[in-house]
């Protein structure tokens, strides 16, 4: 019987009593119907980097979703081309690299590279993608930078697969899923039918979507848009990622030079996984940062990181029968804040555990709780409530877990 650790990248998580994994989209839509209409408990389970499985395991059916391949179109009405993984579509439609290597050199100097860019920028063409929910989320995204193809090479470097990245609408370095995605395939629980849902139905926000809100079914493949502009990329959002790229936050550099820049950062952190690094045995980053209310924030020692969410006030007056862009959701002004940087004002430093524990805050970034080498998912979780006992009982702020837990709680007791 298999140990769901073996299936997730925090190797924690005991037996399954069945785990499935059907090959095509048609057998993972039967399959699926079969097991709710069985009335079996059921899990389904990607690339197993955003969960936290009890050691007891999953007493239930296990759906892991394997199924492969990228569909490419140039036409918005989408006629697509096929491809097993996508590569051979490289001759069909030529990697930007050739052609970006004509007009800015490696030689050339950084300003001239950065002038052609957003030059060529003002007029870019559209890829079309359908790609199946099984797909390696990190092998697309090296395609697309080896295409030249803008708009999701920030996250590279993000573990798991394409399903679930818009379940909690994944972002880093200034990217999210929201920002390129336009529809997705989904096998709904309750109808038992498939749907097309374009991306205006799926609520979209910081790290969560209507599908974390209770909306339940399997994201069978997504459809995504983004921009061939001969290799630049989208313009750079996040200043620790134009530092590393010695350039301005709004600039456009290579693509292929943003995913180097992003897999070196995400590394530092523990944050790509590696066999041989403890730091990356992880489920990423364990909390979200958390949003409070402006007045709250303000209460904060001026040094905590804040990140206004709404920058200008909203003008929601708009012209008869129009819909309000983004109205916002609360009456006051909200803030986002560092989970990480209260984490560490709570005196929780990178390497700490509780004695006894395999479980550990990652000695690269605090946001990670790692496994060591034999840690438990209880152990997980007790490091887990110690953070947020400590962060609440510093701050007021109660910190909440961005993995999935399929797990009982276990609270921490000094």
């Known amino acids: 019987m298999t140990n769901l650790s073996e299936l997730t990248t925090l190797r924690v998580g005991g037996p399954a009593e069945r785990i499935i994994a059907p090959a095509t989209t048609r057998e993972l839509v039967e399959s699926a119907l079969d097991v709710w209409a069985s009335g079996d408990e059921c899990f389904v389970l990607g690339g197993g980097s955003n969960v936290v499985i009890a050691d007891e395991g999953f007493h239930g059916t296990v759906i892991r979703v394997v199924t492969r391949g990228i569909e490419v179109s140039r036409d918005a009405g989408h006629v697509w081309a096929s491809s097993a993984l996508g590569r051979d579509l490289t001759a069909a439609v030529p990697p930007a690299s050739a052609v970006i290597s004509a007009i800015a050199s490696e030689a050339a100097p950084a300003a001239e590279v950065t002038a052609t860019l957003a030059r060529t920028a003002k007029q870019p063409s559209k890829v079309y993608l359908r790609v199946q929910a099984g797909q390696n989320w990190d092998e697309l995204v090296a395609w697309t930078v080896e295409n030249g193809w803008s708009g999701m090479e920030a996250l590279s470097g993000i573990p798991g697969s394409v399903g679930a990245a818009p379940i909690q609408n994944i972002g880093a370095y200034g990217q999210e899923m929201a920002d390129v995605l336009t529809a997705v395939e989904f096998l709904d629980y309750e109808t038992g039918e498939v749907l097309r849902l374009p991306a ?70 523990g944050m790509v996984l590696d066999e041989a690094d403890a730091d990356s045995w992880s489920a990423g980053s364990f909390f979200t940062n958390p949003i409070v209310s402006e007045e709250f924030a303000r209460a904060l020692p001026p040094d905590a990181p804040r990140w206004p969410l709404w920058d200008e006030p909203q003008d929601l007056a708009v012209p008869l029968g129009a819909e309000p862009a983004s109205p916002p959701e609360h009456d006051e002004r909200m803030v986002k804040l560092s989970a990480a940087w209260l984490i560490e004002r709570s005196g929780i430093s990178r390497g700490f555990r509780l004695t006894g524990s395999r479980a550990a805050i990652s000695s690269k970034h605090t946001l990670a709780i790692t496994n060591t080498g034999g840690a438990t998912a209880a152990e997980v979780l007790q490091l887990a409530s110690f953070v947020q006992t400590r962060v609440m009982s510093e701050f007021g702020v109660q910190l909440q877990p961005e993995p999935v837990v399929l797990a009982p709680p276990v609270e921490y007791h000094g």
């Open 200 to 269: 205006g139905e799926l609520g979209f926000g910081y790290r969560t979507s209507v599908f974390k809100q209770g909306r339940r079914g399997i994201v069978l493949a997504v459809e995504l848009e983004l921009d061939d502009i001969l290799g630049a990329s989208a313009p750079i959002a996040y200043p620790q990622l134009a530092a590393a790229l010695s350039a301005e936050v709004g600039d456009r550099v290579r693509v292929s030079e943003v995913r180097d820049a992003v897999l070196a950062l995400r590394a530092s952190k």
